[in-house]
């Protein structure tokens, strides 16, 4: 099963992601983890993007399409299982991605997208805290720690992301629309968009899942 996981910050992507990769052994890539682990290990390409983040420059499809080729060549998940999270970003990278997969035998299955009100998005973003040291998450009503402000991991102090607020976190979400939905689109003329309930908690959320995947 080959999917790629859509959604605003705050939908439940991480809580899915963890279900898809942990009951279906779906190997998890995230192109985030990858701009930082290419960047961590000082390659040319880690360099370039470096260069582009510190200017504040977008990362160009080109460059994203170039890690996500390296990392499912000659993958050895790739047939068995993967989910693709924070790519696509455009209707170019689908296309792209369409294609490189296409090359390896194994097309994507299906785009899954995470829909949760915007009421519900705000109070688990506000409420999110952060540990310094090991960055393990918390949240203040959801998953509060032992001790108010201290890491049940590590014991390192929690703080709360300077994005974490609403007026932040609102305009995240309405760039998040703007750029996503003409992705959504795409999967949807393709007949392989499915939707899930991202206003459900996660063991509600597994249940949803399972039941659609039956």
Known sequence: MRVVLLGPPG??????ASVLTEKYRLAHISTGDMLREEIKKGTAL?????????KGVLVSDTLVTKLVEQRIAHDPDLKKGLLFDGFPRTV???????VLLAKADAPLDFALNMEADSDLIL????????C????????????PPLSPSVCD????????RTDDNEETIKARMQVY???????????????KLK?????????DLAQALAAMLK
Do not use: M, W
């Open 132 to 143: 310094r040291k090991c960055g393990a998450l918390f949240h203040v009503t959801n998953k």
């Open 195 to 203: 939707k899930l309930d991202g206003n459900l908690e996660t063991a």
């Open 123 to 130: 109070k688990r973003l506000t409420g999110r805290r952060v």
């Open 153 to 160: 991991v590590c014991g390192g102090g929690l703080y709360q």
């Open 11 to 16: 939908a439940g992507k991480g809580s899915l």
């Open 92 to 98: 170019k990278q689908a296309r792209d991605l369409d």
């Open 46 to 54: 880690g360099t370039e993007i470096k260069s582009l983040i510190t």
């Open 177 to 191: 629309q703007a750029s996503t939905q003409p992705i959504i689109d795409y999967y949807n003329r393709q007949h």
